[in-house]
């Protein structure tokens, strides 16, 4: 094989130009390009570094993949029956990579990169180098026939929510704790969902009229009966244990009476918050994609091929609600409970998801009720001289005011507003 040279100026990807610049073997005209001056480096060599990236990602189908050919359907399929995405080298660097200028695009650079590498000889004596067709379909993604399973992450998520619900929850047994550790396998991806809730940002929280305290508007004391309740009466949800109060709100009424399940006839009385300060908080409610990297840079990683899969099935465990067949569920939410916690430790505000009753969006935001407003707040007794040594959760109406109070009943399907007063 003679040496071949192209340069940089024949690739669009960007980390492929930055290699040849790195590695190139001289400076030149190019063979394919014709641009005079550029970093050249052998179509052999080039060639070679193409390979093991291609290797980051893809593999030979008949190597443990799982595909199989069906002869009825005269078709690849996965371990599932379904069809297997079966790729050849030039449709994953043409199509899916688009790695070629389009100078070069008609010339004979994408199959001098993989020409064969073995002499006459060994290619005599059996020597086979899987690269050299190009438009042989023989390529899937590693892991593509088993998806979300082969990540990391999808490991370090169902490990950790074992290892809660079944083994320790609170010490370490036997040295075996490591729920933080698997929680920081979630910390790249989240900020990629951290958003900031601006100020004057207007958000809704119902509370059902059980009794005659809380009947009339005028007489609510709005930033006592609508807070987050006193902690001894804090009860399991989703994201909070029970005796630590978080503040529940949603993006509109509708939605927040429906997460309160106000039963038809039934009176409620909903706040209307408006927040104070910017916020910042971990947003699940969207669907982000992730486009994967290329496989051209030095630091690709493949478990973020699945990312997407995984995210939507992990923001759907946590914003479901638990089934309430079983007569104690509490164990249930102890990975999201963990979840939020974590959150909260690395200094964001709250989680914001999508709704699984309505059609907006909730907030746990983890701010507790004002003792100031709410004397029972919390258990410990506020005369103590070591009251101040206690931590308490930051009191909610630093971030948010009450501005507006509306009475509303249930009706069949709908909601009826029965009054307002405006605070």
């Not at 029956?81 to 010339?107: C, P």
């Not at 169902?158 to 490591?178: A, L, S, W």
């Not at 006193?230 to 989703?238: D, H, I, L, V």
């Not at 918050?273 to 699940?284: A, G, P, R, S, Y």
Request: net charge negative; aromatic share 16%.
């Amino acid at each position: 094989m003679k040496s071949v040279y192209c340069c940089d100026r024949c690739f669009s990807n960007e980390y492929l130009c930055e290699y040849i610049r790195e590695h190139y073997d001289q400076k030149g005209k190019c063979c394919y390009c014709n641009t005079n001056d550029s970093f050249l480096i052998s179509t052999k060599n080039l060639g070679i570094y193409m390979r093991e990236c291609i290797n980051k990602a893809y593999e030979n189908y008949d190597e443990g993949t799982g595909a199989y050919y069906d002869d009825e359907d005269k078709q690849y399929c996965g371990p599932d029956g379904n069809k297997a995405d079966i790729y050849s080298i030039r449709e994953i660097l043409m199509d899916y990579e688009m790695i070629l200028d389009d100078k070069v695009i008609a010339t004979s650079l994408l199959e001098d990169l993989f020409e064969n590498l073995y002499s006459y000889r060994e290619i005599q004596k059996g020597a086979e180098d899987p690269y050299d067709d190009i438009d042989a379909n023989i390529w899937v993604l590693q892991g593509d026939l088993y998806g979300s399973e082969q990540m990391r992450i999808y490991h370090a998520w169902e490990g950790f929510k074992f290892v809660i619900k079944h083994y320790n929850r609170f010490f370490d047994c036997e040295g075996y704790n490591p729920k933080e550790a698997y929680l920081e396998e979630l910390v790249p991806y989240i900020y990629d969902f951290v958003v900031d809730i601006p100020v004057g940002t207007k958000l809704y929280r119902t509370r059902v009229i059980e009794d005659d305290s809380i009947s009339e508007l005028e007489k609510i004391d709005s930033y006592s009966h609508m807070g987050p309740p006193p902690a001894e009466f804090a009860t399991t949800n989703r994201m909070n244990p029970a005796g630590i109060p978080y503040l529940y709100l949603a993006t509109d009424i509708d939605t927040t009476l429906l997460e309160c399940r106000v039963a038809e006839n039934a009176n409620a009385i909903t706040a209307e918050f408006i927040t104070k300060n910017v916020l910042q908080i971990v947003d699940l409610s969207d669907n982000r994609y992730y486009a994967p990297d290329s496989i051209f840079n030095p630091e690709y990683d493949h478990d973020n091929r699945w990312i997407n899969g995984f995210w939507r099935s992990f923001v759907k465990e946590i914003s479901m609600p638990v089934s309430d067949d079983k007569k104690d569920h509490s164990y249930e939410y102890t990975a999201t409970q963990l979840v939020a916690e974590f959150f909260r430790k690395k200094g964001f505000d709250g989680v914001c998801f999508k709704s699984s009753v309505g059609s907006g969006k909730n907030y746990v935001f983890f701010f507790g009720p004002d003792p100031e407003y709410t004397s029972n707040a919390y258990p410990y007794p506020f005369n103590s001289p070591y009251f101040e040594m206690v931590p308490i959760l930051e009191p909610y109406t630093e971030m948010f005011d009450i501005t507006e109070l509306q009475k509303v009943k249930k009706e069949k399907d709908s909601f009826r507003i029965i009054g307002k007063r405006i605070i």
